[in-house]
Nanobody, 123 residues
Framework: EVQLVESGGGLVQAGGSLRLSCAAS????????IGWFRQAPGKEREGVSC????????YYADSVKGRFTISSDTAKNTVYLQMNSLKPEDTAVYYC????????????????WGQGTQVTVSS
């Protein structure tokens, strides 16, 4: 069974930084894509960033470009999201999602999702 476990969320002041981790387990395929999504109260889920395990291609939403960096440690099956210059509007529950297909993850229709980690940015 594929499992995704997010960690690293918390409370931070505006301008601060956090690093989220997504540890994946229970799968045997070599190539996959992992994405980060977020959902704030009363808002729709939003794609934040995505990375391909095979070639390292990345995607960033315009709202986080230049502030967030996604990276992966394929040996540990772990993906990180370094979030710098955080803003109150970044407050949300952050989820990671995994699937075989890049397009599926970017579209937000991945088969596997974590439980989420709360990020709160105070002004």
């Amino acid at each position: 069974e594929v499992q995704l476990v997010e960690s690293g969320g918390g409370l931070v002041q505006a301008g601060g930084s956090l690093r989220l981790s997504c540890a994946a387990s229970g799968f045997t395929f070599d190539d996959y894509a992992i994405g980060w999504f977020r959902q704030a109260p009363g808002k729709e889920r939003e794609g934040v960033s995505c990375i391909s395990s095979s070639d390292g291609i990345t995607y960033y939403a315009d709202s986080v470009k230049g502030r967030f960096t996604i990276s992966s440690d394929t040996a540990k099956n772990t993906v990180y999201l370094q979030m710098n210059s955080l803003k109150p509007e970044d407050t949300a529950v952050y989820y990671c999602a995994l699937d075989l297909l890049w397009a599926t993850v970017v579209a937000g229709t991945a088969n596997y999702w974590g439980q989420g980690t709360q990020v709160t940015v105070s002004s």
